[in-house]
Nanobody, 127 residues
Framework: QARLEESGGGLVRTGGSLRLSCVVS????????MAWFRQGPGQEREFVAA????????PYADSVKDRFKISRDNANNAVYLQMTGCQPEDTATYYC????????????????????WGQGTQVSVSS
């Protein structure tokens, strides 16, 4: 059973950057679809980005497109979320998620599809 551990959250000013990391143990990142979700104060969890096994399918939420970039590092069994141009509305707890798959180009946006979840890392953007 895979375990996911996020890191890299913190406080950043509007317009600033952060890089979130998610390290996977007990599983092989190259065999999993990886994704990031977030949940802001008083809000429901929402999709941020996902990356397929072959990195060919990389969907983003409209709210973060062109500002955030998801990438996978199979050698280090990790996935990253590079956040740039951060806005106060990006304030949330960010969760890493994973699901094993045999479909190389599959990258779902629905949270219910993902089997494994991390504990989350807090990102706060000050105005």
């Amino acid at each position: 059973q895979a375990r996911l551990e996020e890191s890299g959250g913190g406080l950043v000013r509007t317009g600033g950057s952060l890089r979130l990391s998610c390290v996977v143990s007990g599983g092989i990142v190259s065999e999993h679809v990886m994704a990031w979700f977030r949940q802001g104060p008083g809000q429901e969890r929402e999709f941020v980005a996902a990356i397929s096994v072959n990195s060919a399918t990389v969907p983003y939420a409209d709210s973060v497109k062109d500002r955030f970039k998801i990438s996978r590092d199979n050698a280090n069994n990790a996935v990253y979320l590079q956040m740039t141009g951060c806005q106060p509305e990006d304030t949330a707890t960010y969760y890493c998620a994973a699901i094993p798959t045999v479909f190389d180009s599959w990258a779902p946006k629905m949270g219910s599809v993902y089997r494994y979840w991390g504990q989350g890392t807090q990102v706060s953007v000050s105005s």
